[in-house]
Structure formats: structure tokens, C-alpha cells
Nanobody, 122 residues
Framework: QVRLVESGGGLVQAGGSLRLSCAAS????????MGWFRQAPGKEREFVGA????????YYREFLKGRFTISRDNAKNTLYLQMNSLKPEDTAIYYC???????????????WGQGTHVTVSS
């Protein structure tokens, strides 16, 4: 059974950091591109960033670049999102997702986790 389970969310103050994890199982993680998305209340799910199957290349939404870092550990079947200098507008549910073709759209991904909530207080 394919599963993606996010963890590491919580409440942090503005300027703080969080590291999210996504544990994958049920598919060949090491040959699958991975992405992070987020969805704030009342808003559409939006692309955060993506990483190629080997971890050799990463891609970010431009305004997040420099604060967020995506990485993966294929030996552990785990995807990470390091978030630094957090802002209240980063408050959202964060989702990890998988695809065999790297993309920036929700429709490009076919495996999804259930999300982990991040709240950034001012």
C-alpha cells in the first residue's frame, strides 16, 4: 500500500524554524520525484518545491527560495523540508507528494500524504 506520512509540523514563532519529514512506503521512493505543497485556509494548494529522485536537483517557488530547503534520504525513504525564518504567511497544511515526472502543479503528482499543520505566530 502506498503511503506518505508527513510529520514535524507545529506552532512556532515568526523567525523560527521547523523541519518537516515525509516517510514514504509502498513504492520505489528512490526512483520517484518528490514535491512539497502547502494549503492555507480558504486558498488553493500551492507548490513549495520539488526534488529529483537522486536529490541532485531542487526547485522552489521563487519567493521561498533561500528560506526553504528540500532534501531526501533515499536509504530511509524519507523526504525533508527545512523551513527557516518562518513568517505568519507560511501558516498552512504542508503536504508531500510523489510523481514520476517532475512538475510544479498539483495535477503532476499522483501520491499524496495527508498533511502536517504548520502555524507561525506573530
Amino acid at each position: 500500500q502506498v503511503r506518505l506520512v508527513e510529520s514535524g509540523g507545529g506552532l512556532v514563532q515568526a523567525g523560527g524554524s521547523l523541519r518537516l519529514s515525509c516517510a514514504a512506503s509502498g513504492f520505489t521512493f528512490s526512483r520517484t520525484h518528490m514535491g512539497w505543497f502547502r494549503q492555507a485556509p480558504g486558498k488553493e494548494r500551492e507548490f513549495v518545491g520539488a526534488i529529483t529522485w537522486s536529490g541532485g536537483s531542487t526547485y522552489y517557488r521563487e519567493f521561498l527560495k533561500g528560506r526553504f530547503t528540500i532534501s531526501r534520504d533515499n536509504a530511509k525513504n524519507t523526504l525533508y523540508l527545512q523551513m527557516n525564518s518562518l513568517k505568519p504567511e507560511d501558516t498552512a497544511i504542508y503536504y508531500c507528494a510523489a510523481s514520476y515526472e517532475l512538475g510544479r502543479e498539483v495535477a503532476d503528482y499522483y501520491y499524496w500524504g495527508q498533511g502536517t499543520h504548520v502555524t507561525v505566530s506573530s
